[in-house]
């Protein structure tokens, strides 16, 4: 039985789907595809609530966002439950990855927004010291988010916490495999006291998400694969918007020779099983050196057998979230057996748990193989020995992907000096991938794994158009360059321009 099934209706009726738990299979709930006229209207509802949105000051926005944090707190055990049932994950890491992630976005952008967001003045160049330039930040209108499955509440709120403290108005289209996770953003807003239509979220699928992107945004801000991603920024270059693309990842780990090795053994499990797998920045694939690489294995093949897979809430290993995944893990899984790879633990879906793969350890693995080279989106570690660091640096760029990685050295010099050679968005040193994490780090990926960034202080930009206003300070009668150019304005201007850019003067007023 499919999670997502379509529901027979009327010719020309809406169509519904029915969503059911992954674990269980029970009903969840029966969504109406939002169809292409809703998504109009509910962005042309959007544009009016934020008119009067952006009027309010920064400060009372941010204040509002405090208050929707405290909805967060109150309502955490109830999200968590209809969470879970969503996904079939475990209590701890829907805690971690759902409500820590977004309370602690909402805390960070509530806190720093009105002081990136200020108007500031900034020195001005050269010639034009005699003006003032005063730097100002406007919203951009309405932002469409398209989430994906993986981090059903998460991945919809966290861009828009930014977006609607720079002043926007948010539209939401979440997974059709976790819609309902996705709908609980609009009902926190709507709880704290937002204002009516100022964040909606429409319940649909591919369809829905597409015509967000025609419907009169002036950004779409997408998390999910880079099949779609490709879709999503070719349908934005035709409307002429911009687009953050947070796609796909392949993420490589490094375990140097000097390497804590319990510490990076404990690690490679929580960055490769985390979300049991089901995570951009997993850990996808590993290159341990040689010299270290027989007690490393041996460690993480010891801690893979103590990992408690199930559903009662306080497992390590979950059920997958999109059943469909089974099989993308079990093609990568034939080819990898059929190539040559051994396997150490696991390797095939649970025989006694319904949409389960079980945690998975292999060696013997080659870039030859789709385990090393596609995402695989499960809790599968495939582990290559390489002769030394440098090797393991070309691997880990032999690849499309470049969301994020780390490296395990004792040696932080020598973490970091390998860590600037891997072709990554972000690194993570002897930590399992933590950037998402650290709001004042801007997020993104490079090569396959998308444009443009979410968090830190540009993200918060990136929903804004800067707007410079430029001052005249002195009030003369005319300038040098306002009619009429005579020859005399020509020589001075000459004389000028040689005399500053020709001498140290360059280096002074420049
Ligand atoms: P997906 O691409 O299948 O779907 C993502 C969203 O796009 C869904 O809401 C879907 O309905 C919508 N969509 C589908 N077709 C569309 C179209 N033509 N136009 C507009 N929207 C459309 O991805 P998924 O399977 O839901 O998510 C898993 C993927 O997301 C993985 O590849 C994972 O690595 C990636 N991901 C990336 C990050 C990151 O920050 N880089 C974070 C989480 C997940």
């Not at 499960?378 to 032999?398: E, K, T």
């Amino acid at each position: 039985m499919a999670i997502v099934e379509a529901i027979k209706t009327a010719k020309n009726a809406p169509r519904k789907l029915r969503i059911s738990n992954p674990a269980t299979l029970e009903e969840i709930g029966v969504i109406t595809v939002t169809d292409a006229e809703a998504t109009k209207a509910a962005v042309r509802r959007a544009r009016e609530a934020q008119r009067e949105w952006a009027q309010r000051p920064i400060k009372e926005r941010c204040r509002l966002m405090y208050r929707a944090l405290d909805v967060l707190m109150k309502n955490q055990d109830e999200y968590m439950e209809l969470i879970i049932k969503e996904t079939g994950r475990g209590r701890a890491e829907t805690l971690m990855m759902e409500i820590l992630a977004a309370a602690d976005t909402m805390a960070w952008f509530a806190k720093r927004g009105p002081k990136e967001l200020a108007d500031r003045r900034v020195a001005t160049p050269t010639i034009l010291k005699a003006k003032k330039l005063i730097q100002t930040y406007k919203p951009l209108g309405v932002v469409g988010i398209i989430a994906p499955w993986n981090g059903p509440f998460v991945m919809g709120i966290s861009p828009a916490i930014p977006a609607l403290i720079a002043g926007n108005a948010v539209v939401i289209k979440p997974s059709e495999v976790t819609p309902f996770s996705g709908m609980l953003i609009q009902d926190l807003f709507a709880e704290a006291g937002f204002p009516n239509d100022l964040l909606q979220v429409l319940p649909g699928d591919g369809e829905t998400g597409a015509a967000l992107i025609d419907a009169g945004v002036n950004k779409i801000s997408f998390t999910g694969s880079t099949a779609t991603g490709r879709k999503v920024a070719a349908a934005c270059g035709q409307n002429l918007i911009p687009c953050t693309l947070e796609l796909g990842g392949k993420d490589a780990m490094i375990v140097c020779a000097d390497a804590n090795l319990e510490r990076a053994a404990a690690g490679a499990l929580a960055a490769s099983m985390f979300n049991t797998g089901q995570f951009c920045c997993a850990t996808e694939r590993c290159y341990v050196v040689e010299s270290v690489a027989e007690e490393f294995i041996s460690l993480v093949v010891e801690k893979a057998r103590e990992l408690r897979q199930g559903t009662d809430g306080d497992q390590d290993i979950s059920v997958m979230i999109w059943p469909k995944q089974l099989e993308i893990i079990q093609d990568h899984m034939d080819d990898a057996v059929q190539k040559g790879a051994t396997v150490l633990v696991g390797g095939r879906q649970h025989p006694d748990l319904n949409g389960a793969w079980e945690p998975t350890v292999l060696t013997n693995v080659t870039h030859s193989m789709k385990i090393m080279t596609e995402e695989s989106f499960g809790p599968i570690l495939p582990i290559m020995i390489v002769p030394d660091q440098h090797a393991a640096v070309q691997l880990a760029n032999d690849s499309k992907y470049g969301l994020s990685g780390t490296v395990w050295s004792r040696s932080e010099k020598n973490a970091i000096a390998v860590a600037k050679q891997v072709e990554t968005g972000s690194v993570c040193i002897n930590e399992t991938a933590l950037t998402f994490g650290v709001h004042n780090a801007p997020f993104g990926g490079v090569k396959d794994s998308g444009m443009g960034y979410v968090h830190g202080p540009d993200a918060l930009k990136s929903f804004c158009q800067p707007v410079p206003l430029i001052v005249d300070r002195l009030g003369m009668k005319t300038e040098q360059n306002w009619y009429p150019l005579t020859a005399d304005k020509f020589e001075g201007m000459q004389k000028f321009v040689k005399v500053f850019y020709g001498s140290v003067l360059r280096k002074v007023f420049g």
